[in-house]
Structures are given as structure tokens and as C-alpha cells.
């Protein structure tokens, strides 16, 4: 199985970087879409295993849910697709390496935001609401409480929960730029993005497909959604923005940045 090393990882991170910021605005559009799709459709199958499990199985449920939720990222890296978290960390490098202008950065950011949100709420309304996947029992509740402790949360709680989500989430993603082959780019996926789910943290995109689909089904309002949004965007930047990206650069890429 090839591998690449952390300098060449970091390299091909600012490359990937360059290419999202410089993609066509239509091109973005629907990767963003299809990005927002498929983090939905892999929360929909972690509702769907998960709430009917006995609940004396206490956290393996949650253990359980989380070993299939990964199927989101993995379709995105694999198939195609663009995704706000992974890009926080990825057009990130590649502005500290001055490759993108912070301009870029900004307008990737705005319209990847826009088109996940809006796949996101594809699969919510049209699967969730429309077909029902999320409103019958027992998936209804399990959508509801999953969205109720989404919103419990404090400002500061899931502006910290978020920041954990996406160190993980953009390690993730970084991980896929060493390995060579497919197999080598799942298993990469696979780890960080169970662990983010099990232990419970909060992830932009995903809170796009699972607060919406308990709004269809006639619990909370929009405003709760967007008091959720800001905190947890934010920390998704921080945690993708200096947690992977600026931590990594300062390691190896900044060093041969000030000796060019």
C-alpha cells in the first residue's frame, strides 16, 4: 500500500487547496451540492442502523452509527465532491503558502457553504420528509434527539465541539493525500470520522442535514438552526484552519517557504 510522507502530504494538501479555489463557479456549485448530499446520506444510514437498536446497548449504538456514518466522506474524496470542512483545511494551506489569495479563500468558502447547504436539504426534505426515512418510528425520535443536543448546547459548547470536529474531519482528509490507492484513502477516512461521530461532535454540514430533517418534521424553527450554524461554523474553521492546516504548514512547509 503507497504511501506519502508528511512533507508530501503537506505539498499535495496546497495543491489540492489550489485546484477547490480555483475551480469554475458551476464546478463548485455542484460538488458542493453533491458534498452536502453525501454527508447527509451517510447520517441518514447511521439513523437508519441506529435507532432501532435495543437501548441497553447503550454507547455501542453510538459506536455502531459512527462505523457507517464515514460513508459521506468516503463517496466525496472517491467519487467527487466538494465539502466546506474538508476545504477549511485544504484551501487554507494553501493560502498560508501564499498560493491562494485570501479572497479565494473567502469566495470558495461562501459558495461550498451555500451548495453543501443545499444538498443537505435535498436529502432532508426529499428522503427525510417525502419518503419518510426520518419521520416514522423509531427513526423520528432518534432524528429529534440527535437535533434536540445539537441545539442544548451553549454558544461556547459547540463553537469547542466543533473546533474537536473538524481537527478530526481535516485530518481525515489530509490522511487521504498520503495514501496512493483507494483502499489506502478509506482506511484513512474511516478512523477520524468514527471518532468524531462516537464521541459526539459537532460538524457544520451534517448539523445541515439533521436539524433541517427534525424541522420538517414539525420540531424547532429555522432560527434554532441558524443560532446552531454560527457557532459550529466557526469552530469547524478554527479547527480545520489552525488545528491541521497552520500547525501542519509551520512544520514542514514553512521552514523551505522562508528559505524561497
Given at each position: 500500500m503507497a504511501f506519502?510522507?508528511?512533507?508530501?502530504i503537506a505539498e499535495k494538501a496546497v495543491e489540492a487547496g489550489v485546484t477547490k479555489a480555483s475551480l469554475p463557479l458551476l464546478s463548485m456549485l455542484v460538488l458542493?451540492?453533491?458534498g452536502g448530499a453525501y454527508i447527509s446520506l451517510g447520517y441518514l444510514l447511521d439513523i437508519r442502523v441506529v435507532a432501532g437498536l435495543p437501548e441497553e446497548w447503550g454507547t455501542l449504538s453510538s459506536l455502531i452509527g459512527a462505523a457507517v456514518f464515514p460513508l459521506g466522506l468516503v463517496l466525496i474524496i472517491v467519487g467527487g465532491g466538494e465539502l466546506l470542512t474538508g476545504n477549511m483545511m485544504a484551501v487554507s494551506i494553501a493560502a498560508l503558502h501564499k498560493h491562494v489569495s485570501v479572497s479565494k479563500l473567502i469566495n470558495n468558502w461562501f459558495w461550498i457553504t451555500i451548495a453543501n447547504f443545499v444538498g443537505a436539504i435535498f436529502i432532508a426534505y426529499f428522503f427525510g420528509h417525502i419518503v419518510g426515512l426520518t419521520e416514522a418510528e423509531p427513526y423520528l425520535h432518534k432524528t429529534v434527539a440527535t437535533a434536540q443536543a445539537k441545539l442544548d448546547s451553549t454558544f461556547l459548547q459547540s463553537l469547542v465541539s466543533a473546533i474537536g470536529c473538524n481537527w478530526l474531519v481535516g485530518l481525515a482528509v489530509w490522511m487521504t493525500y498520503g495514501a496512493e490507492d483507494i483502499g489506502g484513502k478509506i482506511l484513512a477516512i474511516f478512523f477520524p470520522i468514527m471518532g468524531f461521530v462516537a464521541i459526539g461532535f459537532q460538524?457544520?454540514?451534517a448539523n445541515m442535514f439533521i436539524i433541517p430533517?427534525?424541522?420538517f418534521a414539525?420540531?424547532?424553527t429555522w432560527m434554532?438552526?441558524?443560532e446552531n450554524f454560527v457557532p459550529v461554523f466557526i469552530g469547524n474553521a478554527i479547527g480545520g484552519t489552525i488545528f491541521v492546516s497552520m500547525l501542519y504548514w509551520i512544520s514542514y512547509l514553512k521552514p523551505t517557504h522562508n528559505k524561497q
Open positions: 506519502n510522507n508528511h512533507l508530501q458542493g451540492f453533491l460538524h457544520v454540514v430533517a427534525a424541522i414539525g420540531h424547532f434554532d438552526f441558524l
